[in-house]
């Protein structure tokens, strides 16, 4: 209600790349590649998880997996 979903049912926010992980996470937004983060804070997801792809910061968004095979394996707890 606070941001004025359209009927769509989608929120389009444009950001800077250097800001996309720490929003994601602080808006706790489901980004794993199948939506598979259960957790009752976890309303919200990412329908494009490869839009993050290039930003430097895209392992802070919760379930981000790289697309690459040799991408580096980054583990974040919370914070």
Do not use: F, Q
């Not at 926010?13 to 937004?29: I, Q, S």
């Not at 980004?31 to 598979?36: F, K, N, V, W």
């Amino acid at each position: 209600m606070d941001y004025e979903i359209p009927p769509d049912g989608a929120l389009h926010v444009r950001v800077r790349a250097a800001n996309a992980g720490y929003m994601l996470r602080r808006w706790t937004v489901d980004c794993s590649p199948d939506h598979s983060l259960k957790d009752i804070e976890y309303a919200l997801w990412l329908p494009d998880p490869l839009a993050l792809y290039g930003a430097s910061n895209a392992y802070l968004a919760p379930g981000y997996k790289d697309p690459r095979p040799e991408g580096p394996a980054r583990t974040i707890k919370a914070l």
